[in-house]
């Protein structure tokens, strides 16, 4: 697979735009966004390359095929008439996630059901052996769209979500995603406010989230060197010479400081929190790089070290069950107003809402 081959990239809704040039600089080629995702064309590196060190996506799927289909019939030949023993072999345990419906596949497992049949078929004519499905852990999961009477048939390289980071057993109370907290920070522009020096503080930090997301940044950690397991690991078109190259090169262009200035740091009243920061922290080895302080909102100030004159507050603030009643939500953004006006003059601020 050196030549280039069709891949979509899922993403969370608002960052497609942010995925488009993210893609581009890793390499993607014929970029474009859609209501599916995000489509490319690449070699397989540059697919590794995304799985690896997209601070955005969801998953990176490696399509297969496109076919017209109006019935449950075509749906079912449409699976069967793919040549799966270029993908997977009778001994592989594969899994299958439908999306879509029509007025003929009402739910998705019936249409879950309906490829995996298609595929089992494939074998069993080929091989008289039958591959079987393992839900929990699959070594290879195959991706099926059904949209406007068009069947798209994919394998997804990613396994797990990629915005899984490796760290986070527990996040706490309604932990912010992490690939939504990369991209407020890449809205941010935080990549060349940290070149240039800058300082980041979150005054309600919660687990931890931006701030473990933006020493990442500020480090060039690679996002996914942390990951045990890749979807493309049980697949047969894997190069592992070509993702082992890959991984070694991320894990070389890690920064083992950050850059001269630089600060990160959060503060929470709630000594949980702290606690679960420091320890999501730690399990990244970013523990000496993140300070956390227990703190409440009303007593933070600016730091005191010339070095911090300028920088990004960024926050996310609680919202919906986590916070009693409108009221109390506008007390509390009038009490973070107010910190950031009596304490952060001349730095950059940015606030993740739920409501406007």
Same mark, same amino acid.
């Given at each position: 697979?050196?030549n280039s081959?069709p891949?979509?990239?899922?993403c969370?809704a608002?960052?497609?735009?942010?995925?488009?040039?993210e893609?581009?600089?890793?390499?993607?080629?014929?970029?474009r966004e859609?209501?599916?995702?995000?489509f490319?064309?690449a070699?397989?590196a540059v697919?590794?390359?995304?799985?690896l060190w997209s601070r955005?996506?969801n998953?990176?799927?490696l399509?297969l095929?496109?076919?017209?289909?109006a019935?449950?019939d075509?749906v079912y030949?449409a699976?069967?008439?793919l040549r799966w023993?270029?993908?997977?072999t009778p001994?592989t345990?594969?899994?299958?996630?439908?999306?879509?419906?029509?007025?003929?596949i009402?739910?998705?497992?019936?249409g879950a059901l309906?490829?995996?049949d298609g595929?089992?078929?494939?074998?069993r004519d080929?091989?008289?052996?039958?591959?079987?499905v393992?839900a929990?852990?699959?070594d290879?999961r195959v991706v099926?769209?059904?949209?406007?009477?068009?069947l798209?048939?994919?394998?997804?390289?990613?396994?797990?979500?990629?915005?899984?980071?490796?760290?986070? /057993?527990d996040g @706490?109370?309604?932990?912010?995603?992490e690939n939504? +907290? *990369?991209?407020?920070l890449?809205?941010? =522009?935080?990549?060349?406010r940290?070149?240039?020096?800058?300082s980041?503080?979150d005054?309600?930090?919660?687990s931890?989230?931006?701030?473990?997301?933006a020493?990442m940044i500020?480090?060039n950690?690679a996002p996914g060197?942390?990951?045990?397991?890749?979807?493309?690991?049980?697949?047969?078109?894997?190069?592992?010479?070509?993702w082992q190259?890959i991984?070694?090169?991320a894990k070389?262009?890690?920064?083992?400081s950050l850059?001269?200035?630089?600060?990160?740091r959060?503060?929470d009243g709630?000594?949980?929190?702290?606690?679960?920061a420091q320890?999501?922290?730690?399990?990244?080895?970013?523990?000496?790089?993140?300070?956390?302080?227990?703190?409440?909102?009303?007593?933070i100030?600016?730091?005191?070290?010339?070095?911090?004159?300028?920088?990004?507050?960024?926050?996310? /603030?609680?919202? @919906?069950?986590?916070?009693?009643t409108?009221?109390? +939500? *506008?007390?509390?953004?009038?009490?973070? =107003?107010q910190v950031?006006?009596?304490?952060f003059?001349?730095?950059?601020?940015?606030?993740?809402a739920?409501?406007?």
């Open positions: 697979m050196t081959s891949f979509l990239a899922t969370p608002g960052l497609g735009t942010l995925l488009v040039d893609l581009a600089e890793l390499g993607a080629k014929e970029v859609t209501p599916a995702g995000v490319f064309s070699p397989l697919a590794y390359r995304a799985c955005l996506a998953r990176i799927l399509k095929s496109d076919t017209a289909v019935s449950t075509d030949a699976a069967r008439g023993s270029d993908h997977m001994r345990r594969f899994v299958v996630e439908f999306r879509g419906q029509t007025s003929y009402k739910n998705t497992h019936f309906k490829i995996k595929i089992v078929d494939f074998f080929q091989s008289g052996q039958r591959p079987s393992d929990k852990r699959p290879l099926a769209q059904l949209s406007k009477e068009k798209t048939l994919s394998i997804d390289l990613s396994g797990d979500s990629l915005h899984r980071r490796g760290y986070r /057993p @706490g109370k309604a932990p912010l995603k939504l +907290a *990369a991209g407020i890449m809205r941010s =522009g935080w990549a060349h940290a070149a240039n020096g800058e980041l503080i005054p309600m930090c919660g931890g989230t931006l701030l473990i997301e020493a500020a480090l950690i060197l942390n990951r045990e397991r890749y979807g493309f690991i049980g697949w047969l078109g894997h190069r592992l010479d070509q190259a991984l070694a090169e070389a262009s890690a920064r083992s850059p001269d200035g630089v600060e990160i959060g503060y709630d000594l949980g929190a702290i606690r679960r320890e999501n922290a730690r399990r990244m080895q970013l523990g000496s790089f993140v300070r956390v302080h227990l703190k409440q909102l009303s007593d100030a600016k730091p005191t070290h010339q070095k911090m004159d300028r920088g990004l507050l960024v926050v996310n /603030p609680p919202w @919906g069950e986590r916070i009693s409108p009221a109390a +939500a *506008a007390n509390l953004y009038a009490a973070l =107003g950031m006006h009596a304490e003059g001349g730095w950059n601020a940015s606030v993740v739920a409501d406007a």
